[in-house]
T-cell receptor, first 114, second 116 residues
C-alpha cells in the first residue's frame, strides 16, 4: 500500500517558538493532503485540507495564522505551528488521498510544548 | 452531509473468539466506507475499504466488513481474535472522489481488548 511518512515523530519545544512538521508521500503523488489533530483517547479532528500549489482550506475554528500549511510539491506538505503554547500539545497526523478517496495516514507527530 | 456512529466505545473478547465491531453511517450520497486501526501512539492503518463494488469487503489481517445499505451498516468482523488485534478501530465515511477534495468523517472509535 501507499506509504506516508512524517518528520519528526516526536518534538518538544518551548512556549513561543515555532515547530515545522513534514508529511511526505513516499511512493505516490498526492495532490491533496490532510492534517488532523488527535487528543488523547479521542478521534481525529480534521484541521485543514492541503492542495498542491494552492492555499489550504481550514476547518471552522482552526486558526490559519497559527497553523501554517504549505503544499509546495506533489509529495510534500508541511504544517508549522507558530508561537506554540502548551495547549497546542497534541498528536498531529497527516494523510494523503488516494485515487478512490481513501486516505493513507502518516505515523503521526507527538508535539509537546513546555 | 455524512456521519458515522460506532455503537460500542469498548469491546472485550477472548483470544480465538469472533470479533464484531459495529458501525452505522448516514450519507446523502453513495458513500465510501473505511475501517482504520490505530495501535497506541501510532498512526492509522487502513484495514479495508468499500467503494461501491462488492458489498463484502475483505481486508488485511483476516478482517472483513459487509456493507448493508438497507441497514446503513458497515460492521467489522474477524472469525478469531488475536492478541495483536488489540487496538483502537475507527469506522470512517467519505465521499467518493469527484474531482474535488473529499473529507473523511471519523467515528468516535472502538477500543478492542483481547484477553487470554
Amino acid at each position: 500500500g501507499a506509504v506516508v511518512s512524517q518528520h519528526p515523530s516526536r518534538v518538544i519545544c518551548k512556549s513561543g517558538t515555532s515547530v515545522k512538521i513534514e508529511c511526505r508521500s513516499l511512493d505516490f503523488q498526492a495532490t491533496t493532503m490532510f492534517w488532523y489533530r488527535q487528543f488523547p483517547k479521542q478521534s481525529l479532528m480534521l484541521m485543514a485540507t492541503s492542495n498542491e500549489g494552492s492555499k489550504a482550506t481550514y476547518e471552522q475554528g482552526v486558526e490559519k495564522d497559527k497553523f501554517l500549511i504549505n503544499h509546495a510539491s506533489l509529495t510534500l506538505s508541511t504544517l508549522t505551528v507558530t508561537s506554540a503554547h502548551p495547549e497546542d500539545s497534541s498528536f498531529y497526523i497527516c494523510s494523503a488521498r488516494g485515487d478512490l478517496g481513501e486516505q493513507y495516514f502518516g505515523p503521526g507527530t507527538r508535539l509537546t510544548v513546555t | 452531509a455524512q456521519s458515522v456512529t460506532q455503537l460500542d466505545s469498548h469491546v472485550s473478547v477472548s483470544e480465538g473468539t469472533p470479533v464484531l465491531l459495529r458501525c452505522n453511517y448516514s450519507s446523502s450520497y453513495s458513500p465510501s466506507l473505511f475501517w482504520y486501526v490505530q495501535h497506541p501512539n501510532k498512526g492509522l492503518q487502513l484495514l479495508l475499504k468499500y467503494t461501491s463494488a462488492a458489498t463484502l469487503v475483505k481486508g488485511i489481517n483476516g478482517f472483513e466488513a459487509e456493507f448493508k445499505k438497507s441497514e446503513t451498516s458497515f460492521h467489522l468482523t474477524k472469525p478469531s481474535a488475536h492478541m495483536s488485534d488489540a487496538a483502537e478501530y475507527f469506522c470512517v465515511v467519505g465521499r467518493p472522489y469527484t474531482g474535488t477534495a473529499s473529507k473523511l468523517t471519523f467515528g468516535t472509535g472502538t477500543r478492542l481488548q483481547v484477553t487470554l
